[in-house]
């Protein structure tokens, strides 16, 4: 909603500002059509020409994400603590039934109950690989912190990527305006004996393309590409929580106080309350 919110004051406060001094609408409108013909398509086929079809596919899911918000809501953030919770526990309870649920997650009565992170493959298989390695005896701390530190850099890495295409689509804009620019130059300079008051309307035209350029760039497609990495660094503290919760486990910390150390790893606006997480585990109990 804000993004929504943030490009009608901009279109108003500079459309309107420019009509409020005088300027006519009617020059741009006319060059509008053609100018974002050269100056988008350009951008578009050097956004397609630079970046393979995932990044692409990515960046689609990331401009609807600027609108629908981060993906992980704050109740997702319970869930996870709750998740760990129970997984942790069976890791010291019962390591033989632990086995079956990250086996199969999908057919896990464990994993079922939070439906929302299930559907998130890859960070469900996260859980799991690591789990798996603790049940191996892979009980080194330092090591399995590291483990995850670099698959969960990696997991970032790999969501920033249409965040980085839409910075290196805004940076070449300004320049894809010169370049509109200087063509509308060229075809006034064909016409160089029509009377003046053409040759000004022509030239207007041909300065809509630098405008163009540099508005979608710092206005439009800069602001969306800040947006999305805000969004992605957001989500990673989601991941970071499972890491919290399994390397203080793996220092032999009582289940509750590994919970307590994520939940205050969670971002501020995110992190549910003491009494709500543990209000939570008391219904997890009591259901079982």
């Not at 309107?16 to 409108?29: C, R, T």
Request: aromatic share 6%; net charge negative.
């Amino acid at each position: 909603m804000n993004s929504i919110i943030g490009i009608v004051i901009t279109v108003i406060c500079v459309f309107g500002g420019y009509i409020l001094a005088g300027g006519k609408m009617s020059i741009i409108m006319h060059s509008l059509p053609f100018e974002m013909m050269m100056i988008g398509g350009a951008a578009i086929g050097a956004f397609v020409c630079g970046n393979d079809m995932h990044t692409i596919k990515s960046t689609m899911n990331d401009l609807l994400a600027v609108f629908k918000g981060p993906k992980w809501k704050r109740q997702d953030y319970s869930d996870l603590l709750c998740l760990m919770h129970e997984l942790v526990r069976l890791s010291e309870d019962s390591p033989v039934d632990l086995e079956s649920h990250i086996e199969d997650p999908e057919n896990s009565v464990v994993f079922q109950k939070y439906p929302r992170i299930l559907a998130s493959r890859d960070f469900v298989e996260l859980i799991c690989d690591t789990m798996r390695s603790m049940l191996m005896n892979f009980d080194n701390v330092y090591q399995v912190e590291e483990l995850l530190d670099k698959q969960l850099e990696v997991m970032t890495e790999e969501r920033l990527h249409g965040s980085h295409a839409l910075q290196n689509m805004a940076d070449a804009l300004p320049a894809l305006g010169i370049v509109a620019a200087v063509l509308g130059v060229i075809k006034t300079m064909a016409s160089i004996d029509k009377p003046p008051e053409v040759l000004g309307e022509m030239i207007g035209g041909a300065l809509v393309g630098t405008f163009l350029g540099v508005f979608l760039a710092y206005s439009l497609v800069g602001p969306l590409a800040n947006r999305v990495k805000q969004i992605r660094d957001q989500e990673a503290y989601f991941y970071s929580l499972m890491r919290e919760v399994l390397v203080s486990s793996l220092h032999k910390n009582d289940t509750i106080l590994c919970i307590e150390v994520a939940r205050r790893s969670a971002p501020h606006g995110c992190r549910p309350s003491f009494s709500e997480v543990e209000d939570a585990i008391k219904a997890l109990k009591q259901a079982a």
